[in-house]
């Protein structure tokens, strides 16, 4: 079994998420991917995140139709601070027999030496699924010097250029602007529903 790791505050779960969560899937080859929802990233420290069973929900309204997508509580159900390390090697011990792909984009894969334990995450991981945007480049030769071993992992996605962020969407809705079509109609539901983002 393949398994995608897909990390991230998903605050909230917008088209952009869903788009690349499929063309990983597809280009890595994946059986399933889970969304791991991280409650309180330790370098979001200063950042208003909408409340975690709102975010939980949300989730859940936006792959709930999709059988190879699946939320992951494995970061929500263990004490913080939650460090990517940690999140894969408690995945493989779920899938042991299982290849694991940890997705992240090519701005964290040129950050990643930088990462708590970056040597613990690389090792634990079997494939870094890179979500590499047309305008972005990555020296994967710097990067191997810095961590050995990163660069046999790394497999690159192609994904389409949106410029969606969740950050985008939040600020859309508090200041009253359209956002309905960068997202999807559950997500829309549970978001008005609940009357999240509204400042």
Not at 126 to 146: F, H, N
Request: glycine residues 8%.
């Amino acid at each position: 079994m393949r398994i995608g790791i897909f990390g991230g505050t998903f605050d909230p779960p917008h088209l952009g998420h869903l788009i690349l969560a499929a063309e990983a899937r597809s280009q890595l080859n994946l059986d399933r991917l889970l969304f791991v929802l991280t409650p309180l990233p330790p370098h979001k420290g200063d950042h208003l995140i909408a409340p975690l069973e709102d975010r939980l929900a949300m989730i859940e309204a936006a792959i709930h139709d999709d059988p190879g997508f699946e939320l992951s509580r494995i970061e929500v159900d263990r004490p913080g601070p939650h460090y990517s390390a940690d999140t894969v090697r408690q995945v493989r011990t779920q899938y042991p027999d299982a290849t694991l792909a940890f997705l992240l984009g090519g701005d964290s894969l040129r950050a990643l030496p930088t990462w708590r334990r970056a040597d613990d995450f690389v090792e634990a991981c079997d494939i870094l699924g890179v979500m590499r945007r047309p305008y972005q480049r990555v020296s994967l030769d710097t990067l191997e010097k810095k961590l050995p071993g990163s660069r046999s992992k790394v497999q690159f996605i192609d994904a389409p250029l949106l410029e969606i962020s969740s950050r985008q969407i939040r600020r859309r809705i508090a200041e009253g602007r359209p956002y309905r079509y960068y997202l999807s109609p559950p997500v829309l539901d549970v978001i008005h529903t609940r009357g999240l983002y509204r400042g």
